[in-house]
Structure formats: structure tokens, C-alpha cells
């Protein structure tokens, strides 16, 4: 029984060291400093009738940086370090979208938010993602 | 008639390791330095007029429990006071229990909860919360003395501290692994871009040598090495003074030059489990006014300390030390004077004493 919760545990604990190499929130794999990478996104609201409005403007009485606090994801615009890596940023980011999709029942007028990310992993060229939100 | 005896089984032998009885006495100590880590860790959440669903949060699971705001406050609150408590060792099981469910319970609220420092600590009070680490250094012992009631045994099966040490290296050799097999990394790209981000926070005479890509090359293998070295130097008695050194300048470094919360001061404080786990085992003979000193510095018990005329060390391997070498020797088993008194145990003088 000691043996066998004592193997359980080691093995938990390397599969998820393992699973880190492939997982956006690396849960226990204890990757440190991972990367240099950065990335900046302009974050838009787009509307039933086709606008397209920067998030960096209020709306209905929503604020992004009210929505999105304490984090690099509170101002997308501005060119950031992706602290644990880009797969973690970027994950964060499209929660974001999702979650702000749902947390703001007093504005009618938005169909969905979308990113246009660009990302530099570490000295590569930059890379271009689109992500958008659940629809509402 | 004959009776066989069978060998033990790999098993058997292993559950017999994990069995052996050991000295608790620095999970002991951990669980004191533990208590105010918590504070630290839990102080953000507890000073904020906010709490974490009042914006951006991402649940790891739908069913996981979330409780009213009250309610949590409360939790929260009642997590910083088990800490203290935890630390004090009072009811140390159900208070370092209580730690850990509530710090755990946190931890796995949101994704954006989620540090490598806070996972480090969660693992921490989970193998406190399930060793008998409260019959020492603990207000649990004192109140069993005033009682006149017999002390509980300081050792116990070495199980939750074989693993912890476990966990320890797993932080290090993982960390250094991921960078060794990332080209980026073990190349040099990622530590230079970096110091090249944070040019700005630099001092001034700093960024031409700390923003020269060349040294990189070399500077992130040393870096990387440094990582492996103290995840694998540790489990040897040979390289485990040098791999513990090594890991309090390492933790310093990442202190003075990154945003790691708790990281440094738990890593510190962990390494206080790689003592021998067993106490009493040497002798040291000084001076009547240093002896209340002595015994006060002593948090592992390395020592039973007595009073003579003279300095006089005696190892467990009987090795007697006197002079200038007992005095470097005491030092470097004290936790605090160990880290600045070990590079002397290298000196020509110390050395040839431990041999003779």
C-alpha cells in the first residue's frame, strides 16, 4: 500500500513534467523562464451590423482593463513578454475573449470579440493569429 | 523440519526503505518556515478589495465548488490564521491539514491562480499535512511536557520525507531539463532576449556586457548545468553541501533579477529537508556562555551541545575536531551560518583536521 501511493505519486508527477511539453498551462512541469517570446494583439468588438470597435474604448459600461486586470492581457495592444511562454499567453488570451463574451449581458449590440495577435517566439519572425470568441 | 526463507522482493525492500523510521525533525523545522511562506503567498488575495471572479478567471473544471464571496473572504482568512497556527504547532495536524486544503483549494480555483511557486508550496503542505512533523519544535511537545505526559517518538517512517525530497529535485531537473532540450534556450537566444527586454531596468555600466550576445552561449549551458546539477547533486552525501550552496545563490540570483512571489524563500527553507534525518548524533564541547547560543542556532539537533574549557567536535565518525576546524565545522551545520561557513570546510587546515 506505502509503495504503491508512494510510485502513484512519483508517477503523477512525471507525467505531468511530461505532459508540460505539450500542455498550454504546463500545471507542475516547473518550466521556468521558458521563453523570450512576445506578442501584442488589437482586440475588437465586432457588432450585428458589421463595426468593428477597438476594446480599448468603453462599451455599455464595460471596461477591458476592468474585465481583464493584473495581467499582460490587460492591455493587448501594447507589445508584451509572454512570462510562461507563448501557448500559456495565448491561451489566457483566448479565454479572455470567451470569458468577456459572457460576463457583459448589458451590451446587445456585440456578435463576438476578436484578436489579431501578432507573436515573436523568441528570435523567430513574427507570426499572425486570429482568435475570436464564442459567438453571443 | 526446515522452514525456507525467501529473500524479500524488490518490493518488500522498497516498502522497507520507505518504512525505516527517520528523524522528522527538519519537516519539523519546514513546517515552521512554512507557516510564514503562507502568509506571503495568501497576503495578495487577503489585501485586495477584489476577489478572483470579480474579473478574467478561468475554472478548471465546471464542477469544481466555488463558494460565496463571504464565505471565501472567510476561507481565505481562515487559511492565513491554520498557517500561524500550522507554524506554532498547535493541533499541528488538523491546523497544517487545513493549510493545505484551503492554499490547495485556491490554487486550483482558476488557471490564472496557477504559478510553479504556488504548485511548489501546495506539494510542500501536502507531505507536512501527512507527517507526524508536530512532536518537536511545536507548542503540541511543550504542552505534553507541562503535562508531565511521556514525549511522542521523533521518528516515524521516512516515507513523506524521501518524497518531498522526491519533489524537490523533480523542481530543479525539471526546470533544467525543459531548457536543455529547448535549442532556444541551451543556445543562448532566450536568456540574452531576455536581459535585452529588461535593458532599461539594468544599471547603467551593465548592458554591454549583460546584453553581449556571445556570452550567452556559454552563459546559458552554465545556467542550464547549474539547474541539473542541483537536482541531481543532492541525493549524494558527496555533493550535497556544494549542490545546497550552489541552490541559495541560485535562489538569490532569481530574487534579485525576477518576479518569482515565494519561490526563493520556499526553495530555501525546502532545502533544509536534504539534512541526515537523524539528530543528536555529534557532540560539541564550548564554552559554558556559548552553549544557550549554540543549542539556539541548532534547528536540526544536529548536536548534543556541552559545556568544557575548549572548543572540542566530535562526528559521528567519531572524528574529533578542536580549534579553528570545530568552530568552521559547527558553523557550516547550523542552518543559519551553514551557507558562509561550508566554503571554508574546503581549507587546507580544516581538511587535514578531518583526516587526522
Known amino acids: ?39 501584442q494583439a488589437d482586440v475588437v468588438r465586432v457588432t450585428d451590423d458589421g463595426r468593428r470597435v477597438p476594446v480599448s474604448e468603453p462599451w455599455a459600461g464595460y471596461r477591458w482593463d476592468a474585465l481583464v486586470p493584473d495581467s499582460a492581457l490587460t492591455y493587448p495592444e501594447v507589445r508584451h513578454h509572454a512570462d510562461a511562454g507563448l501557448d500559456n ?26 484578436a489579431r495577435v501578432t507573436s515573436w517566439h523568441n528570435d523567430d519572425p513574427p507570426r499572425i493569429e486570429v482568435f475570436r470568441s464564442r459567438v453571443r | 523440519m526446515t522452514v525456507a526463507v525467501r529473500a524479500p522482493s524488490v518490493v518488500g525492500r522498497f516498502d522497507e ?7 522528522m525533525r527538519s519537516l519539523a523545522l519546514l513546517r515552521v518556515l512554512a507557516g510564514p511562506i503562507v502568509l506571503l ?19 478548471y473544471a465546471g464542477w469544481y465548488p466555488e463558494f460565496p464571496r463571504a464565505v471565501y473572504i472567510a476561507l481565505l482568512w481562515m487559511g492565513a490564521v491554520a498557517a500561524v497556527v500550522m507554524a506554532l504547532g498547535w493541533f499541528t495536524r488538523v491546523a ?27 506539494i510542500v503542505l501536502a507531505v507536512l499535512a501527512v507527517a507526524p512533523c508536530g512532536r518537536e519544535l511545536s ?38 531539463m525543459s531548457k536543455l532540450l529547448d535549442p532556444d534556450w541551451f543556445g543562448g537566444t532566450v536568456p540574452w532576449m531576455r536581459v535585452v527586454q529588461a535593458r532599461d531596468e539594468l544599471p547603467g555600466w551593465a548592458p554591454s556586457l549583460l546584453t553581449n550576445r556571445d556570452f550567452y552561449t556559454g552563459a546559458a549551458k552554465f545556467i542550464v548545468l547549474t539547474e541539473l546539477f542541483i537536482a ?125
Open chain 1, 89 to 114: 499567453q495565448l491561451a489566457f488570451l483566448r479565454s479572455a475573449l470567451n470569458y468577456v463574451a459572457d460576463h457583459t449581458p448589458r451590451d446587445h449590440e456585440t456578435r463576438y470579440y476578436e
Open chain 2, 17 to 23: 526503505l520507505l518504512g525505516r523510521p527517520v528523524s
Open chain 2, 139 to 176: 507548542v503540541d511537545a511543550w504542552l505534553r511536557r507541562r503535562r508531565g505526559l511521556p514525549a511522542l517518538s521523533l521518528t516515524s517512517p521516512g516515507w513523506p520525507l524521501w518524497l518531498l525530497r522526491f519533489e524537490c529535485a523533480a523542481v530543479y531537473g525539471a526546470s533544467g
Open chain 2, 232 to 356: 541531481v547533486g543532492l541525493w549524494s552525501r558527496r555533493t550535497r553541501y556544494a549542490a545546497i550552496w550552489v541552490a541559495v545563490i541560485f535562489h538569490v540570483s532569481i530574487q534579485l533579477s525576477a518576479n518569482v512571489q515565494i519561490f526563493s524563500v520556499l526553495g530555501i527553507a525546502v532545502l533544509v529537508i536534504w539534512a541526515v534525518p537523524s539528530t543528536r548524533d555529534r557532540v560539541v564541547v564550548v564554552d559554558e556562555r556559548w552553549v544557550a547560543l549554540v543549542r539556539g542556532l541548532d534547528w536540526l539537533a544536529r548536536f548534543r551541545v556541552q559545556p568544557g574549557s575548549r572548543l572540542e567536535l566530535v562526528d559521528r565518525d567519531s572524528t574529533v575536531l578542536r580549534g579553528q576546524p570545530a568552530l568552521l565545522y559547527l558553523l557550516s551545520r547550523l542552518p543559519l551560518t551553514a551557507w558562509f561557513a561550508l566554503p571554508a570546510l574546503l581549507l587546507p587546515s580544516v581538511r587535514r583536521a578531518r583526516r587526522t
Open chain 1, 1 to 39: 500500500m506505502r509503495v504503491a501511493a508512494f510510485v502513484t505519486v512519483v508517477v503523477v508527477q512525471l507525467a505531468f513534467i511530461g505532459a508540460g511539453y505539450s500542455s498550454d498551462h504546463k500545471t507542475f512541469a516547473f518550466q521556468m523562464f521558458p521563453e523570450a517570446s512576445t506578442w
Open chain 2, 96 to 122: 497544517t491539514a487545513t493549510t493545505f486544503a484551503i492554499v490547495a483549494y485556491n490554487l486550483f480555483l482558476s488557471t490564472t491562480h496557477f504559478h510553479n511557486n504556488r504548485a511548489y508550496l501546495v
Open chain 2, 41 to 59: 503567498h495568501l497576503w495578495p488575495f487577503l489585501s485586495s478589495d477584489h476577489i478572483y471572479r470579480d474579473a478574467f478567471y478561468e475554472p
